[in-house]
């Protein structure tokens, strides 16, 4: 990163501290809309990292926005969740856009003021995409959308939704006949109901319904039919960056909090990490942490460097958030009886983490695609 880059860095850092971890818990608990701590988020950048000038004045390298992720979701994950979707459909406009399209939207989703989701999940299943039941069907003037989506993130406070779905549902190989289409608020498009979670609280994630909504012509990504796999796939490499970057953040906050109390906790004497075992989880802890770091900046930085990194960004999501949920778990073991508490903030980090296992392609589709990746490239290259 340039000297730059780290400055940044180092105010979302001192912005977490002074401001997120002193009111996350109890918003958390209150399963409370962190309306201040976006707009504060939104003064400071963040939602315009991924938007290129001349549209945007904050963009990163993909490194940098990782690493900015992590110290948000190090104070809270949600608040990082609350950008991810929406960085993803900004690159997505960025990169495969119409000039209109971005001229349309990537001003205004840089400052926030309009903020944005995407839609691929649907009741049915998520990770069986090409098997969607979301049909758009050509008009004279554009597209009529009938389907459902389910766990939409942001589906309420976002005004534009990257909508992947079927134009072509005979189209074969499947994958030809899907497009993304941007798709406004409007007669036929609803928001149906908030999802009940573990975790993750704070911001929606919702079920969508679509009957009969028609968009005009010039919703579809990039103005060709048949290209929205592709596009969303290159866009979700952004996102597994995102969602690992997540992992790390809320993993580093459990560690933090682990390494604290067992240096104030005393048993039999003597401060608790000088428990073998207890001094033990807190190497596995800071090891596997400092790995998944590397392995995350390594993923960011193939994509920095205009590769395609489906193999890397794989990796890095995968290690990351199962990292996550160990260290998490750990950090409980840690903390005793008050891990089990809520008034200590690490069963919130547990319940936050598996969130990333699942969620921008689950870990078991995620070893698919790194054995596929590895044969077609032969190797670790
Ligand atoms: C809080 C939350 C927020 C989310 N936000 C969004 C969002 O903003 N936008 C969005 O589009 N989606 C979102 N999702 C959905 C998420 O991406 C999906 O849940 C995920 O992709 C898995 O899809 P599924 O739940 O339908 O599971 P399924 O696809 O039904 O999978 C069920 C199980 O089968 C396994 N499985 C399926 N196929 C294979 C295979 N080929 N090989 C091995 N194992 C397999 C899966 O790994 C999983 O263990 C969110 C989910 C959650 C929980």
Known sequence: MTEDEEAIVEVVARWVDDEVRPTARD????????????????QMGVYGLTVPAPWGSSSVSLRCYARITEEIARGWMSLAGAFG??????????????DDQRERYLARLA??????????TEPDGGSDLQAMRTVARPVDDGYVITGSKMWITNARTAGLVALLCKTDPAADPRHHGISILLVEKGPGFTVSRDLPKLGYKGVESCELHFDDCHVPADALLGGTAGSGFAQMMAGLEVGRIQVAARAIGVARAAFDDAFRYAQDREAFGKPI???????????DMATQITAAQQLNDHAAACIDTGRRADMEAGMAKLFCSEMAATVTLDAIRVHGGNGYSTEFDVERYYRDAPLMIVGEGTNEVLRNVIVRQAIGRGGLR
């Open 273 to 283: 990490w000088q428990h073998q075992s207890v001094g033990n989880l807190l190497a």
């Open 111 to 120: 400052t926030g003021e309009l903020r944005a989701t995407m839609a691929l």
């Open 27 to 42: 918003l958390e608990h209150a399963d409370e809309y962190p309306e201040r701590l976006i707009d504060q988020m939104k």
């Open 85 to 98: 979707g929406h960085s993803v459909v900004s690159t997505l406009i960025a990169r495969f856009g119409t």
